[in-house]
């Protein structure tokens, strides 16, 4: 019964590869999140999603593209995978925009 | 540039003792939430306190909030080895609803 959770756990990929990370969350959250965690911890947003329109779209290069199928799902897709793209993304989905944003395991990719 | 500055970067105590981070932000806020990471894990929730409330407790956390001085301090008393882990402090911040802005964490060691 987790509550958001991610696959894969962890992603080893070459250079130029697409790949996809998938979300879901079983809260009944309306509002699901993608992040990304550099090597240094540091944790910055890339996308919001609330009720499955876009509404945080954080300079994240077009590689990056976000796709909800349904409330409970946000995916990331990403092409043309570069070096600089190896870090932790996180999922995470809160209730409204306001309120405490619950996060998944993470992925952590690693772009050789 | 990055919203939080968390102060101390990293903490060493001994079990029993009291640990107090502190967090400094620089525009105007919805809420304050921190949070913890262990260590190759995801975030967890640990409290959050609306920009109207000055003090929240949950078990041994202790949270306070100074909106005119744009700061927040975490403390945990009684610390256990388990209490062992990273925390970060994130603001929502008004007109801005949903995007949680990390500040650099407090990496947190509690020995025996």
């Known amino acids: 019964d987790t509550a958001v959770s991610q696959t894969p756990k962890y992603l080893v990929t070459q250079m130029g590869n697409d790949k996809s990370i998938k979300c879901e969350q079983n809260?009944?959250?309306?509002?699901m999140y993608w992040y990304k965690q550099d090597s240094k911890k540091f944790l910055k947003i890339m996308f919001s999603?609330?009720?499955?329109?876009?509404?945080i779209n954080e300079t994240v290069p077009n590689r990056f593209s976000p796709k909800s199928p349904d409330k409970a799902h946000l995916n990331l897709h990403i092409n043309s995978l570069e070096l600089g793209d190896s870090a932790v993304y996180f999922c995470?989905?809160?209730?409204?925009?306001?309120?405490?944003?619950?996060f998944g395991p993470g992925t952590r990719l690693t772009v050789l | 540039s990055q919203q939080g500055e968390e102060d101390p970067q990293a903490l060493s105590i001994q079990e029993g003792e009291n640990a107090t981070m502190n967090c400094s932000y620089k525009t105007s806020i919805n809420n304050l939430q921190w949070y913890r990471q262990n260590s190759g894990r995801g975030l967890v929730h640990l409290i959050l306190i609306r920009s109207n409330e000055r003090e929240k407790h949950s078990g041994r956390l202790r949270v306070t909030l100074d909106t005119s001085k744009k700061s927040s301090s975490l403390l945990i008393t009684a610390s256990r080895a388990a209490d062992t882990a990273s925390y970060f402090c994130?603001?929502?911040?008004?007109?801005?609803?949903?995007?949680?802005?990390f500040g650099t964490g407090t990496r947190l060691q509690v020995t025996l």
């Open positions: 995470a989905s809160s209730k409204t925009r306001t309120d405490t944003q619950y």
């Open positions: 999603y609330n009720n499955k329109e876009l509404i």
């Open positions: 994130a603001t929502l911040n008004t007109g801005t609803a949903s995007k949680l802005t």
């Open positions: 809260l009944g959250h309306d509002t």
